[in-house]
């Protein structure tokens, strides 16, 4: 059978003509320039550009176009403080032409933003610079050129391998200047050598026809706010989730609000009423009608979905942002429309716009942390492998630096941070997705099983790799998202929010998730009545392994109880809530496999001040942040009323005395497992046998090297409350301390 050859033809001839645009009425001053107010620190007749050091830039600032802010009394900028580099004024400005405008005003800094962005929107090495591309799929001076995900008109999917779409067929077809080919199911548009998408007509998918009646009815309902919502949106959520362009948005919201998505504008209005009482503006007024916004973003997404585009995703992912907005089903929906997009694959050489493939990996780590998250506080089977999973790991340069307000003193530094939180949260989340891959997945479930009575040893033996990946993920967090950090923003403004509760707390459900799966395999209870009993683990390694999860708990509930209202007010990731749950239920665990006794009661006690911690973050911050951990809390204590009785201390102790003192060689198997710290920074090791003496001896003669995080002999909780015979339970530590002036000091 002869292969065919390609169909010489003069011209493509589309299948079907496109609908018309509605008319969109330009803003104002839309091709205006620079007002004289401006330009007159760079005149051209002047010929100087000189400026004094009290006045112009340092260098770094210049580079990065953001605005130079030297607090008083300071030799450098919050910018240079913040990278802790050295603030220079070397360099010479360079020349700048500036036109007036027909009003001779000076333009809005929105305005601006979209002039710089013109330029390094276009700026593609992998793409031409011809005519025909600048004004391909949208006209004027836009930042949407040549875009693959966002197009007004078309929606992309993705070509895989195995498709009805011969990979070596494709490549016979004709390829224009913007690399499309016309076919009689669509358009082919090849964005790398490897890599080519279908475009297909947004006007015949279902709910078209009331795209534009669905944007008015959204933008009716918060109307006149919405430019002060998305303002609101832009400080407090984006800085530390980035996963919209400000810049695109902006340009289009300018243009008129009909250009969105439906989901993605009730979205972002969604999450930023949530933090209506930030706004001077909006403070003043009633709040819109949030259920109805629900509910058109509910329907609008639905519809959405089926002309899946970069929109579908953040907007699913906006709305699963909310403490209410969590479930699986979506998530996995999202996952599916994320492949659909390709936002699986690497889009490092594709021939789209700077901006956009930077949006692809940023809302691709996005989507990954939802799969991950979701997977952990839902239990279930998580949907991205890494075979299946081609996205480098995510850059500065995919964080625009330009984006920064200049008006605006506080955005570079503050911008800076979330993009950090962000970065580190994907790094994190990357050994959270380790932690369920080996421990609670069904293979490896099953594969302890197997294992019987060495299953504690094979876990813990698998656990060294993953707790080392924790301990220097949180040895290398920088400076500026430790929870004792200090910047100049900050110190300057103890009203601003900050976001990096999320992370810390994010780190210790994943220690938690760690831990339970080494307490649980503690258990010689037979799993069945027919099953024959476990045969009983050492003391000596039972001690150690429930000590280091003690020290966890501790460390976690001290943590929250550190929490100010600047932390508890701020955007917190949707994993937050169950993640405040996971450190009441892994005391709950504890409690329920406590040897004896006085260990049981100590936890009794610390969960009955832990939720005490959590009504006072309640009534002091997002109450439906904490509202979800009390009710879960209450629920596991309830079912611990059945718990029986346990045996006293003395009779626990006894067996640990005699393995001590009898039986050496199963001491030196247990200090294979000790848990250690690492230069006073965190986590627990996995080491072998130690020799040097490098362990504090805790009351009942075992060592346990401290955990680096949290002295419980400063918590408030924990002071003077522990009880007779609890010291062999308790390991000192140091890092995380309770400050004076703590929060649960404080009245609300």
Same mark, same amino acid.
């Not at 009785?645 to 039986?663: C, I, M, Q, W």
């Given at each position: 059978?002869?292969t065919?050859?390609?169909?010489?033809r003069?011209?493509p001839i589309?299948?079907?003509?496109?609908?018309? %645009?509605?008319e969109?009425?330009?803003?104002?001053?839309?091709?205006?320039?620079?007002? #004289?107010?401006?330009?007159s620190?760079?005149?051209?007749d002047?010929?100087t550009n000189? !400026?004094?050091?009290?006045d112009?830039p340092?260098?770094?600032?210049r580079?990065?176009?953001s605005?130079?802010?030297?607090?008083?009394?300071q030799?450098?900028?919050?910018?240079?403080q913040? %990278?802790?580099?050295e603030?220079t004024?070397v360099?010479?400005p360079?020349?700048?032409?500036?036109?007036?405008?027909?009003?001779?005003?000076?333009?809005?800094?929105?305005?601006?933003?979209?002039?710089?962005?013109r330029?390094?929107?276009?700026?593609n090495?992998?793409?031409?610079?011809?005519?025909i591309?600048?004004?391909?799929?949208?006209?004027?001076?836009?930042?949407?050129?040549?875009?693959?995900?966002?197009?007004?008109d078309?929606?992309s999917?993705y070509?895989?391998?195995?498709?009805d779409?011969?990979p070596?067929l494709?490549?016979?077809?004709s390829?224009?200047?913007?690399? $499309?080919s016309?076919?009689s199911?669509?358009?082919?548009r090849?964005?790398?050598?490897?890599?080519?998408?279908?475009?297909?007509p947004?006007?015949?998918?279902? *709910?078209?026809?009331?795209?534009l009646?669905?944007a008015?009815a959204?933008e009716?309902i918060?109307?006149p706010? *919405?430019?002060?919502?998305?303002?609101?949106?832009f !400080?407090?959520?984006h800085?530390?989730?980035p996963?919209l362009?400000?810049?695109v948005?902006?340009?289009?919201?300018?243009?008129?609000? !009909?250009?969105?998505?439906?989901?993605?504008?009730?979205?972002?209005?969604i999450?930023?009423?949530n933090?209506?009482?930030?706004?001077?503006?909006?403070?003043?007024v009633?709040?819109?009608?949030?259920?109805?916004?629900?509910?058109?973003?509910?329907?609008?997404?639905?519809?959405?979905?089926?002309?899946?585009?970069?929109?579908?995703?953040?907007?699913?992912?906006l709305?699963?942002?909310?403490?209410? *907005?969590?479930?699986?089903?979506p998530?996995?929906?999202?996952?599916?429309?994320?492949?659909?997009?390709?936002?699986h694959?690497?889009? #490092?050489?594709?021939?789209?716009?700077?901006?956009?493939?930077?949006?692809?990996?940023r809302?691709?780590?996005?989507?990954?942390m939802?799969?991950?998250?979701? @997977? =952990?506080v839902?239990?279930?089977?998580?949907?991205?492998?890494?075979?299946?999973w081609?996205?480098?790991s995510i850059?500065?340069?995919?964080?625009?630096?330009?984006?920064?307000?200049?008006?605006?003193?506080?955005?570079?530094?503050?911008?800076?941070r979330?993009?950090?939180?962000f970065?580190?949260m994907?790094?994190?989340?990357?050994?959270l997705?380790?932690?369920? $891959?080996?421990?609670?997945?069904?293979?490896?479930?099953?594969?302890?099983?197997?294992?019987?009575?060495?299953?504690?040893h094979?876990i813990?033996?698998?656990?060294?790799?993953?707790?080392?990946?924790?301990?220097?993920?949180?040895a290398?967090?920088p400076t500026c998202?430790?929870?004792?950090?200090?910047?100049?923003?900050?110190?300057?403004?103890?009203?601003?929010?900050?976001?990096i509760g999320f992370?810390? =707390?994010?780190?210790f459900?994943t220690e938690?998730?760690l %831990?339970r799966?080494?307490?649980?395999?503690?258990?010689h209870?037979?799993?069945s009545?027919?099953?024959s009993?476990?045969?009983? =683990?050492?003391?000596?390694i039972?001690?150690?392994?429930r000590s280091?999860?003690?020290? !966890?708990?501790?460390?976690?509930m001290?943590?929250?109880?550190?929490?100010?209202?600047?932390?508890?007010?701020?955007?917190?990731?949707?994993?937050?809530?169950?993640?405040?749950?996971?450190i009441?239920?892994?005391g709950?665990?504890l409690?329920?496999t406590?040897?004896g006794?006085e260990?049981a009661?100590?936890y009794?006690?610390?969960l009955?001040?832990y939720?005490?911690?959590?009504g006072?973050s309640?009534?002091?911050?997002?109450?439906?942040l904490?509202?979800?951990?009390i009710?879960?809390?209450?629920? @596991?204590?309830?079912?611990?009323?059945?718990?029986p009785?346990?045996?006293?201390?003395?009779?626990?102790s006894?067996?640990v005395?005699?393995?001590a003192n009898g039986?050496?060689?199963?001491?030196?198997?247990?200090?294979?497992?000790g848990y250690?710290?690492?230069?006073g920074?965190?986590?627990?090791?996995?080491?072998?046998?130690?020799?040097?003496?490098?362990l504090?001896?805790?009351?009942?003669?075992?060592?346990?090297r401290?955990s680096?995080?949290?002295?419980?002999s400063?918590?408030? @909780?924990? @002071?003077?409350?522990?009880?007779?015979?609890?010291?062999?339970?308790?390991?000192p530590?140091?890092?995380?301390k309770?400050?004076?002036?703590?929060?649960?000091?404080?009245p609300?």
């Amino acid at each position: 059978m002869s292969t065919p050859s390609a169909i010489a033809r003069s011209a493509p001839i589309a299948i079907a003509a496109r609908r018309p %645009h509605p008319e969109v009425s330009s803003v104002n001053g839309r091709d205006t320039h620079l007002s #004289t107010s401006m330009s007159s620190t760079a005149s051209a007749d002047s010929g100087t550009n000189i !400026r004094t050091r009290k006045d112009r830039p340092c260098d770094a600032c210049r580079r990065r176009k953001s605005r130079c802010v030297i607090q008083e009394g300071q030799q450098s900028c919050n910018l240079c403080q913040f %990278h802790s580099q050295e603030c220079t004024f070397v360099q010479s400005p360079q020349p700048r032409k500036r036109k007036l405008n027909t009003e001779g005003k000076e333009e809005s800094s929105a305005k601006r933003r979209q002039d710089r962005f013109r330029e390094s929107s276009t700026s593609n090495s992998g793409a031409t610079n011809s005519l025909i591309e600048e004004m391909a799929n949208i006209g004027g001076p836009t930042m949407l050129k040549r875009t693959l995900g966002l197009q007004s008109d078309r929606y992309s999917q993705y070509i895989g391998p195995t498709t009805d779409f011969e990979p070596s067929l494709i490549d016979l077809s004709s390829f224009d200047p913007q690399d $499309e080919s016309l076919l009689s199911r669509g358009t082919l548009r090849k964005v790398c050598d490897v890599d080519t998408f279908l475009m297909l007509p947004d006007y015949n998918t279902p *709910g078209h026809e009331h795209i534009l009646e669905d944007a008015d009815a959204i933008e009716a309902i918060v109307a006149p706010h *919405g430019l002060a919502l998305i303002e609101l949106y832009f !400080r407090i959520i984006h800085p530390s989730f980035p996963i919209l362009q400000k810049t695109v948005f902006y340009e289009k919201y300018n243009r008129s609000h !009909r250009e969105f998505s439906p989901p993605i504008l009730a979205a972002v209005y969604i999450l930023a009423i949530n933090w209506w009482d930030h706004s001077e503006e909006l403070v003043k007024v009633p709040k819109p009608n949030l259920k109805e916004l629900e509910r058109l973003a509910r329907a609008t997404l639905a519809d959405a979905m089926y002309r899946p585009k970069l929109s579908t995703v953040q907007a699913g992912l906006l709305l699963s942002q909310r403490p209410e *907005g969590d479930q699986w089903a979506p998530t996995a929906q999202l996952v599916a429309i994320g492949q659909e997009l390709g936002l699986h694959l690497d889009c #490092t050489s594709w021939k789209i716009p700077a901006w956009e493939r930077g949006l692809r990996k940023r809302l691709a780590w996005a989507l990954y942390m939802q799969d991950k998250w979701g @997977s =952990l506080v839902h239990g279930r089977p998580s949907h991205i492998f890494a075979s299946n999973w081609g996205v480098k790991s995510i850059a500065s340069s995919d964080f625009p630096d330009n984006e920064f307000d200049e008006t605006d003193s506080e955005d570079p530094v503050e911008h800076e941070r979330g993009s950090i939180l962000f970065t580190q949260m994907i790094v994190l989340s990357q050994i959270l997705a380790e932690v369920l $891959e080996t421990f609670y997945t069904l293979q490896a479930m099953r594969t302890v099983d197997s294992a019987g009575a060495q299953g504690t040893h094979l876990i813990l033996q698998l656990a060294k790799p993953v707790q080392l990946k924790l301990k220097e993920w949180y040895a290398a967090l920088p400076t500026c998202l430790r929870m004792d950090s200090t910047s100049p923003i900050i110190t300057s403004n103890s009203s601003r929010l900050s976001s990096i509760g999320f992370l810390h =707390l994010a780190y210790f459900a994943t220690e938690i998730t760690l %831990h339970r799966r080494i307490i649980r395999s503690l258990d010689h209870t037979p799993s069945s009545p027919t099953a024959s009993p476990k045969p009983s =683990l050492d003391p000596y390694i039972l001690n150690i392994c429930r000590s280091a999860a003690k020290t !966890r708990l501790i460390s976690a509930m001290d943590f929250v109880n550190r929490l100010t209202t600047s932390h508890l007010r701020a955007f917190w990731y949707f994993a937050s809530k169950t993640n405040f749950a996971l450190i009441g239920t892994f005391g709950s665990l504890l409690w329920a496999t406590a040897p004896g006794r006085e260990e049981a009661e100590w936890y009794r006690r610390r969960l009955g001040e832990y939720r005490w911690t959590l009504g006072v973050s309640c009534k002091g911050g997002n109450g439906r942040l904490t509202e979800f951990a009390i009710g879960m809390l209450d629920t @596991s204590t309830g079912l611990l009323k059945a718990l029986p009785e346990k045996p006293a201390l003395s009779r626990v102790s006894s067996e640990v005395d005699t393995l001590a003192n009898g039986n050496r060689t199963q001491r030196s198997l247990g200090e294979g497992y000790g848990y250690g710290s690492y230069g006073g920074s965190t986590g627990f090791g996995i080491e072998g046998p130690r020799s040097d003496g490098g362990l504090i001896e805790d009351a009942e003669g075992y060592g346990l090297r401290t955990s680096g995080l949290v002295s419980p002999s400063t918590s408030v @909780s924990s @002071s003077g409350t522990s009880g007779a015979g609890l010291e062999a339970y308790t390991v000192p530590a140091s890092g995380y301390k309770v400050q004076s002036g703590d929060r649960r000091d404080r009245p609300y």
